[in-house]
C-alpha cells in the first residue's frame, strides 16, 4: 500500500521478533496458575493474537471494550466499559493486553477495575508506550517498543477506525492528514 500520509517507524518483521521476546519472557515469568490475556478491543486484538501464539503454555483470552477518546487524536479524559468480560477473574493471573499507553488515563481506570474483581495478580503489556505523554501514573511490565510523541497507525491503531490492517506501525504524517 503507498499512502503518502505515511511514514513506516517499525516493520512488521521487527514487531513479530519483539512480540517472540515478549511471549518468551512471559511464558518464564508465569510457569503455572490460571493466566488470563485481557485485550482492549479493539486495537489490541492484533498484538493479543500475535502475542498468545508466541507463548509456551496455555492461556484463556477475553476481551474489554473501552472507551476514552473520541474521534479525533487525543483523549476525552472521560471512559467507560462498553464490552465487559466473559470470564470471572477470581484467582487467576491477569495480564492486560494493550496496543499504547499514552496518557494512561485507560489504562489507570482498568487497574481499578479489574483489581475489584479479585484477581491473584495483574499486569500490563503494551506494545507501543509513549512515556513524554503520560497523565495517570500507570505501570506496564513489558513494553514492547518505547516510541515519540508522535501519532501512530497500524498494527490494530487506528485514525477514524482506518489503517488498522497494516502489518507495519507507521507515523501518521501531520501536515498531510490535516490537509486531506
Ligand atoms: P490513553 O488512555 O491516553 O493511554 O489512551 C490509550 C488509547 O488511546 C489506546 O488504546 C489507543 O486506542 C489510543 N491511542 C493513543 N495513542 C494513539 C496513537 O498514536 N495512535 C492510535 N491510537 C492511539
Ligand atoms: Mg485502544
Redesign the pocket.
Known sequence: MTDPTLRVLIPSEKIQARIKELGEQISRDYPSGRLHMIA?LK?AAFFLADLTRAMKRDVFIDFMGIS??GKGKS?SGEVKVTKDLDISLEGAEVLIV??????????NYLMHVLDQRRPHSIRIAALLD?PERRLRPVHVSYVGFQIPDQ???GYG???DEKYRNLDDICVLEEAKAAAS
Not at 494493550?98 to 489504562?107: A, C, N, P, R, Y
Request: avoid cysteine.
Open positions: 482492549i486495537g476514552s477518546y483523549s494493550e496496543d499504547i499507553v499514552d496518557s494512561g488515563i485507560t489504562l509513549k501519532f501512530v497507525v491503531l487506528d485514525f
